[in-house]
């Protein structure tokens, strides 16, 4: 099976590398043709654009940052659509809104193309290992043609809707409920630390007792050393997210309170110049509120 | 060490017997005598009142069910502080307002006794089986003292603060933060459901990824199978605890967004009938917002 | 002055209709033609397209639903920047996005068109009897070179700013707050009804003294009667301008957290089939959290 | 009739003066005797006490600042309930809780007294011009009793209610229903002014069209300037309003997610050293959210 990864990110580039480790047949696509350098060390072929990462491809992964990105690299005229041959499957793999991945849907079903939408769960190093989750939605039958490819990439599949867009929004509504964790992370140690509690401390019980998980371990942590930078995730695509499960929600007519509450911490960190910090700086602002930390 | 145990509710119950299986010197008071018989079987004196109790201990252990039970069985005429002799120690172990733990400290510094907050995390079986995490605060001596009772009774002993009422706060953030996993799993589940895709297999995936953690599990599962009755925790009681959460947010001034989306979500189940049912029923209120479940 | 009229709602038609009564060379356009005909009696001729509206126009008034109608009626091949004359100017009375108005700003500007955003404040009747209030934003020569139509059309033209789009987030704040005032009122009504108070009288208390407006007066008494049909303005618009609101606030980073209330709420509604009443019937949620009405 | 007036702070001493000025019978009795010259120069007679001020009394106000001064004044062994004779009446016109209005009527009528409650709409000045707004409730010939007083004291009397405390709720809702205009009026001020128009005429806009109202005026134009020194109703006590509507939601088992908002913003404030300020300071923070202001 031949083929190619689109996006070279964080995320992309490790996943790509599991794939040429896998001794796959793979081409490589990226803006930034520097980033294309180490997959090539480690046996891809490099593409100038997405023409020719999509000759002869019978799965084009991508893997980008957001809508814009991805409907410029599938949808426009030079992309993915335009190029990649009748039957083939285009895998799209990046955090995007129900709407794009719709849309998507519907433009490669009149071209004649298979469409999955495989996001993904975990950070740079789980793509890198191989040890992401996917959660995939489309076509059964497509989704056991690339299962080989997925394996690769991941330690678990999970399928979870013969509509495409079923996993975005499964992804969309799994980042906003990190994103509680981190609020509600912020609220409480504001609480226990305006109280007299040391919040390394608590931190340590929370996390030795019920809240035993390297997801309240990693963020509590930079919430309890006030250390946003650098980050591993910012604020701007955190914000996306939670937008984008907003959207999803009023599409779906689905109110979501704590949803509200995330997009107003955000708003209120970039409005403040906080761009650059990590997306769990939001688990700050509950003790700024309360009068505990220097102002921005 | 003579020690008594007053309160033997389902916590209660279980935390006395841990001490009776190790062959210590224990005296029990519940005010429903029927229930103090299954200790007596383990090795206990039944005492008749709060006064029988104290009479010649050296700690005395309370958990019972909320402020107003501890305010009689402690500080009432009838109450503890009347009855425990200067030096010994008075273990509060309830879930109580800062005011009134820091009214116990107060009243028992007068008294020439020692009193000690800690609360407790974990359900019945963990206190029948020795496996609570205990949250303690007061006088380092006091706490060494009493730790080998503690050891008895719980995993581990996490001392917070030399200011008792400090437990309760850490015991009361956390209970916030358990109501914060319930409700953002039920707005999540609502959101995935409302879209298409099957709310067991959305927490199956959530559970065996990100989030693999019996919190997760157990009240996702039960907001998935729309169980909520019998109550482990009911209603009232969850309300209770997210109501001092705010009250200790006032005291100390301390915005809490989240906490007020709880508070709002406990009104509404009251306000329909739902006191019987288990606290993380407020995770099926998101679902009925959208429109997904049946009315109350 | 020649002018043009397109879009003959139920604002639309009164607007319209004051030209025509102030004797000025009108000519209208609606897309189902059957509204041309009382403004053909009146005076206007009608036209059957965008472009024979705009044939020799010096000014061209719309006032459409939406943002969808207006880029159709604006920008589309058959729009109005299409046919507008250079130099003659484009008065946009509709409630639309930040985004949209901007748009057609720097599409005018391109087509050397002037451009105005002028949205309304009132009622059909009000507008009928030329007594709008109306809000303006643009080219301070346009304004003067259109004010005695405006004139025409309202009781007062308040000029904020030079920049267009700055009208519609005028409006959208205005619709932003008289959604704050149905939203208060109706927890304020459902608080005091269970406690046993009257509302009409409360309201009657209420509209008699501190809040003697007809904003209050109006919407207090369709909440205290619970009659929300026939529609004024429908649910759908109200949460359109709740949500352009929040899309502004997001865009120029502002957090809103009763914006955010108004959002789940109208969400809400809609979600349970109510999309034909008046959007004053958020204000019916609270009495229904508080379990005083009957379910949806 | 014989009256009495307790408590002569800015309220209380103009109600009294209007009593005065009516050439009625009136005790006076404040605690800082130095504020009872001014009416006893109107012809009224200064009580060294509450006993003083109750002997012989038919009816007796109080216009006290809180829950905490009330129940001193009305329940101590030093207060109106051990001195006022059977069959006279307490009218209390402070803003108070619901627990302490019925344990005032509790308490009066296991004595054989009559008790209202009077709680007032307006402000100092409307105190001094007998314009005030009354809201009473109680028993029906009780009010009848009183109302030549209240005549005297308010352009007004609403009766809502033959359940006292059901005045106080009514109070507490609308104070309730003022900050909730003072935030929206922040967000949407905050809203316009970061988009670039000045909030001044954006005011002046408001509110000479569909918000011409003095409340919208006067907290607008606070707002606006940014001034909130000296307070006319300071933070601590618009806080306090705000937790008793609260507080009586809770009761009533009424979810008021307005008032949550508030709820934190007066937290913020008082947490970041507001407490000398007018309440209305509430609607700075939206705009100090956004990045407008200066921070604390």
Request: glycine share 10%.
């Amino acid at each position: 099976m031949k083929t190619a990864f689109i996006g070279l990110g964080r995320m992309g580039a490790g996943m790509a590398a599991c794939l040429c480790r896998a001794k796959l047949d793979v081409t490589v696509y990226n803006r930034s043709p520097e980033r294309m350098q180490p997959l090539v060390a480690l046996g891809a072929k490099g593409a100038s654009n997405v023409a020719e990462a999509c000759a002869g491809a019978d799965v084009v992964f991508s893997m980008l940052a957001d809508d814009v990105a991805v409907e410029e690299a599938a949808l426009s005229p030079v992309g993915i659509r335009e190029y990649l041959r009748p039957g083939a499957i285009h895998v799209s793999c990046s955090t995007i809104s129900i709407a794009l991945s719709e849309a998507l849907a519907a433009a490669h079903r009149e071209a004649g193309q298979g469409y999955l939408a495989v996001p993904v769960f975990g950070r740079p190093e789980a793509a890198a290992a191989g040890k992401l989750y996917l959660v995939a939605a489309g076509d059964g039958k497509l989704v056991e043609t690339v299962q080989p490819l997925l394996d690769v990439l991941g330690q678990r599949t999970y399928v979870v809707s013969e509509r495409p867009s079923n996993a975005n929004l499964v992804k969309l509504s799994g980042n906003f409920l990190i994103a509680t964790v981190i609020e509600s992370l912020g609220e409480a140690m504001a609480l226990v630390e305006k109280g007299g509690v040391n919040r390394h401390q608590y931190l340590e019980l929370l996390t030795s007792s019920l809240f035993n998980l390297p997801l309240y371990k990693n963020y509590g942590g930079m919430i309890a050393d006030g250390k946003f930078e650098p980050a591993g995730f910012a604020v701007p695509l955190g914000q996306k997210d939670v937008r984008l499960a907003l959207a999803a929600g009023e599409e779906l007519q689905v109110p979501l309170p704590f949803a509200n509450i995330l997009r107003d911490r955000f708003l209120e960190l970039r409005a403040h110049g906080g761009d650059q910090l990590d997306w769990c700086a939001i688990g700050s602002l509950a003790a700024r509120d309360a009068g505990l930390l220097p102002e921005h």
